[in-house]
């Protein structure tokens, strides 16, 4: 089984929620208004599971990246 390769495909497992609680419970980030003329910078969710030895899943994880190289 594939590790899911969109939001809409993820968005099954608790996984996400899991990721944005922990950004919003360690302050990672706030929410702020763009400047006027400013661009943002994009992000990227990135999914996979994590098997036990057995090969039976132990977790999904989620993580939000920023692309900084833009």
């Known amino acids: 089984m594939d590790d ?3 939001f809409s495909k ?3 497992s608790s996984a996400i929620r899991i ?8 302050n990672t980030w706030n ?3 763009l400047s ?3 661009n943002p910078i994009g992000c ?5 599971r994590k098997y036990n ?5 132990d977790k999904y994880k989620a993580r939000l990246i ?3 190289f833009t």
């Open 19 to 26: 990721e944005i609680d922990f950004i919003k419970k360690n």
């Open 10 to 12: 993820a968005n099954s």
């Open 4 to 6: 899911p390769l969109s």
């Open 31 to 33: 929410l702020v208004y």
């Open 53 to 57: 030895r057995d090969e039976s899943i």
């Open 66 to 68: 920023a692309k900084g």
């Open 44 to 48: 990227k969710w990135i999914f996979k």
């Open 36 to 38: 006027e003329g400013a």
